[in-house]
Antibody, heavy 120, light 112 residues
Framework: EVQLVESGGGLVQPGRSLRLSCAAS????????MHWVRQAPGKGLEWVSG????????GYADSVKGRFTISRDNAKNSLYLQMNSLRAEDTALYYC?????????????WGQGTLVTVSS | NFMLTQPHSVSESPGKTVTISCTRS????????VQWYQQRPGSAPTTVIY?????PSGVPDRFSGSIDSSSNSASLTISGLKTEDEADYYC???????????FGGGTKLTVL
């Protein structure tokens, strides 16, 4: 059974940093791209960042480019999102999502999300 | 950069058929596959259609997807509506040239 478990969310002040993690199990992690997708309270889904199976291809939404860094550790079956210079508009539930392929296509499994609240 | 535009909300009665559209702002809708996700309140999204018109196992055949190049749009059609279909639906595609995922704004389906 595929499982994606996010962690690392919490309340953080504007301008500070936070690192999210996603622990994956139930599939061959290094065969697939992985993504972070967020959802602000009461709003729609927003793709944040994605990383290919071997970290050779990486993409970011314009809204986070230069502030967020995605990475993965295939030996640990883990995905990460380093979030710097956080803003109030980054407040959202952050989902880890598995891609169907080795790079950007669609998301066939999702975690339950970790909540990030940016507020003073 | 292209965008995907969906109606904010649709409503229909149980047993009827509803279609939700997803219009691509630039570039061909056929350039990259379109997916559809269902999200019930308090839950993570699940895929109901992938690669324009494919249904994952476990998704009833009441759900179907299509694309229309003339209107540059994709559509999700749900027939024989059930109250359990009430949810938010999102279309999604991707931009290969400027690697990024793209979601539509979401459509709230009410079955009343």
């Amino acid at each position: 059974e595929v499982q994606l478990v996010e962690s690392g969310g919490g309340l953080v002040q504007p301008g500070r940093s936070l690192r999210l993690s996603c622990a994956a199990s139930g599939f061959t992690f290094d065969d697939y791209a992985m993504h972070w997708v967020r959802q602000a309270p009461g709003k729609g889904l927003e793709w944040v960042s994605g990383i290919s199976w071997n970290s050779g291809s990486i993409g970011y939404a314009d809204s986070v480019k230069g502030r967020f860094t995605i990475s993965r550790d295939n030996a640990k079956n883990s995905l990460y999102l380093q979030m710097n210079s956080l803003r109030a508009e980054d407040t959202a539930l952050y989902y880890c999502a598995k891609d169907m392929n080795q790079w950007l296509s669609y998301f066939d499994y999702w975690g339950q999300g970790t909540l990030v609240t940016v507020s003073s | 950069n292209f965008m995907l535009t969906q109606p904010h909300s649709v409503s229909e009665s149980p047993g009827k058929t509803v279609t939700i559209s997803c219009t691509r702002s630039s570039g061909s809708i056929a350039s990259n596959y379109v997916q559809w996700y269902q999200q019930r309140p308090g839950s993570a999204p699940t895929t109901v259609i992938y690669e324009d018109n494919q249904r994952p196992s476990g998704v009833p055949d009441r759900f179907s997807g299509s694309i229309d190049s003339s209107s540059n749009s994709a559509s999700l059609t749900i027939s024989g509506l059930k109250t359990e279909d009430e949810a938010d639906y999102y279309c999604q595609s991707y931009d290969s040239s400027n690697p990024r995922g793209v979601f539509g704004g979401g459509t709230k389906l009410t079955v009343l």
